[in-house]
C-alpha cells in the first residue's frame, strides 16, 4: 500500500531557514541548515535502499503560492501566503510499504530531525494513504 507523508511549515520557518530574522526567532546558522538536510539526506538514502521510497518532494514557500477558488461563478487567484493559515504544506513523501502503521513509523522519525531552540517541538506531519482508483474509496 502506498501512503503520502506530508510535513507542514510556515513562512517564517522558510524565512529562517533561509538565514531572515523572522520575529521572536532567529535566522538558523548555516551549522543548523546543514544538520537538517543531512539528516534528511539520510532519512530518504535509508527509505531509498529499503524500497519504501516512491518520492519525495519539498514545495517552494507559501509567498510563490497562488490560490485559486470561485465567487459567484468567477475565478479569483489569491496570492500566498494567506492570513487565515499560518501553516502549509512545506513537502511530502510517497512511501509503499506494508501498512499503516509503518507509514506511521517511518512519519515519525521526522521528530528526529535537528533543529536549533526548540521552536518545532509541536511539529507534525500527517500520513494518509494513497487511493489508486474511487473503488479503494469505498463507494
Request: proline share 4%; charged share 25%; glycine share 8%.
Amino acid at each position: 500500500m502506498k501512503y503520502m507523508i506530508l510535513s507542514y511549515g510556515s513562512q517564517r520557518d522558510y524565512d529562517v531557514l533561509s538565514g531572515k530574522d523572522s520575529g521572536d526567532e532567529a535566522a538558523w546558522t548555516s551549522e543548523a541548515v546543514e544538520a537538517m538536510v543531512t539528516f534528511m539526506t539520510e532519512f530518504n538514502k535509508e527509505l531509498e535502499e529499503s524500497g519504501e521510497l516512491v518520492e519525495t518532494r519539498g514545495l517552494a514557500a507559501p509567498v510563490h503560492t497562488r490560490r485559486l477558488h470561485s465567487k459567484d461563478g468567477r475565478p479569483v487567484v489569491t496570492d500566498g501566503p494567506y492570513a487565515e493559515t499560518q501553516e502549509v504544506l512545506a513537502g511530502y513523501w510517497i512511501v509503499e510499504c506494508e501498512s499503516f502503521d509503518r507509514a506511521a513509523e517511518i512519519a515519525a522519525r521526522l521528530g528526529q530531525c535537528p533543529y536549533p531552540g526548540g521552536a518545532y517541538d509541536d511539529a507534525y506531519a500527517d500520513v494518509r494513504p494513497v487511493i489508486d482508483s474511487a473503488a479503494d474509496m469505498g463507494f
